[in-house]
């Protein structure tokens, strides 16, 4: 097996960032970073909201947010016609679920690498309209074969009304086939939802190609936009059925602006979204995927190496664009999620670093991102400093 290298860096790509120099910044993940160059887009948007906030909502808002989408859409090689700006993936998955008309006797069915708000979200969908729940168990190691195979085995047509399937998992940073997954859901009659909060920005395989009938993916992480700017494309069978959590100005305008009108909100991060994919394509979108692919390569075979795991041990992810890979800590450490929580603040707090620790199944799992603002040093004081804190339990 090859000794990952670390990539060149990109130079001085960490000054465009105003993340703290004190601490190391290994979660892009979970709530991304966003480019001060956005940060100063989003608040001359709010300068000019709070300098005539009248104008500012009821003279043409409706039609730059229409704009914005277009042009996120045309990013994420989705139709705008069927791209719907949500606040974030959580937000989108509700919608999707409450728009289903579940009744007693249905299901929807979804894999125990799924987020969990979004398992949250089905189980209380289910619990409102009599539905159930159904989990179907991927083992980690499973190969793309296998997966599509435990899904089709797991689908009950006419009874699953949705299968819900994540593109990149978040737990366990797996890529799932959802192209083939979508295509054995599509032979049964079962409608898709692809989770695909990870994916704008880190991967380039486009919505189109994914194929399903609700895809969710958030700007916010690693697209570089302001927090609040989250995708829901959806096929045009579904367009008419699809309702906003919350019923505002723009219901009879239909889909997707009344889902985008949501009342009075702070709409500055949608519109300074481009922003975000103008910094990613000034970077070089695959200058920046490579570079931080090879990162989180080398960041697992690094602190893997520390921990003592063999190489074979460590989760391949699935795919060369994966910016984010996992690391299995010591048997009996972070094996519930509070342990996980309590772990990963100690980390942070002990070694001024921001990772972020997952408990899957009863196991402990290590998960560090690479993002242009990082470099190899980090990951290797880490490697320094983390079985030590590890051995005091
Ligand atoms: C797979 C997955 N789904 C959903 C979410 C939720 O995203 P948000 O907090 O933007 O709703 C996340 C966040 O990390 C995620 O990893």
């Given at each position: 097996m090859s000794v990952p290298q670390p990539p060149e860096p990109i130079p001085?790509?960490?000054?465009?960032f105003s993340l703290?120099?004190?601490?190391?910044?290994?979660?892009?993940?979970?709530f991304g970073a966003v480019p001060i160059g956005v940060q100063r887009a989003q608040q001359r948007l709010r300068d000019e909201m709070e300098a005539n906030p009248l104008r500012f909502f009821t003279q043409g808002l409706v039609d730059r947010v229409a704009h914005t989408r277009r042009h996120l859409a045309t990013f994420l090689g989705a139709d705008p016609e069927g791209t719907a700006l949500v606040g974030n993936t959580t937000t989108g998955v509700a919608v999707v679920l409450q728009s289903l008309g579940l009744r007693p006797g249905d299901e929807i069915l979804s894999t125990d690498h799924e987020y969990g708000a979004v398992t949250l979200s089905i189980q209380r969908e289910c619990r409102r309209t009599g539905a159930e729940s159904r989990v179907v168990a991927i083992p980690l190691a499973a190969t793309d074969e296998e997966i599509v195979d435990a899904v089709r085995v797991a689908l009950r047509p006419g009874r699953t009304r949705l299968l819900v399937v994540d593109q990149?998992?978040?737990?366990?940073a797996r890529l799932f086939p959802v192209a083939a997954i979508v295509g054995v859901a599509r032979e049964h009659g079962v409608p898709v939802l692809v989770d695909?909060?990870?994916?704008?920005?880190?991967?380039?395989?486009?919505v189109a190609s994914v194929g399903a009938d609700f895809w969710m993916g958030n700007l916010h992480k690693w697209g570089y936009a302001p927090r609040g700017t989250a995708a829901l494309v959806v096929a045009p069978p579904w367009r008419d059925r699809i309702e906003p959590l919350v019923v505002s100005w723009e219901q009879e305008t239909g889909f997707p602006a009344r889902l985008e009108w949501q009342a009075t909100l702070d709409y500055t991060s949608w519109l300074a979204a481009p922003a975000g994919l103008f910094t990613l394509r000034s970077l070089g979108v695959d200058r920046v995927r490579a570079h931080n692919a090879a990162l989180a390569a080398y960041a697992q075979r690094v602190v893997g190496d520390a921990l003592g795991v063999a190489p074979a041990h460590l989760p391949d992810p699935g795919g060369p664009e994966v910016a984010m890979r996992i690391i299995p800590l010591p048997r009996g450490l972070a094996t519930t999620i509070e342990a996980a929580r309590e772990l990963q603040q100690r980390i942070a707090e002990r070694l001024a670093t921001e990772v972020a620790v997952m408990s899957w199944n009863g196991e402990g799992w290590l998960r560090l991102c690479g993002q242009v603002y990082n470099s190899p040093d980090e990951y290797e004081r880490l490697a320094v400093r983390l079985p030590p804190l590890l051995a005091q339990r």
């Open positions: 001085a790509a960490r000054l465009l703290d120099p004190a601490v190391s910044h290994l979660n892009h993940g979970s990149l998992t978040s737990a366990t695909a909060a990870h994916v704008p920005g880190m991967l380039s395989a486009t």
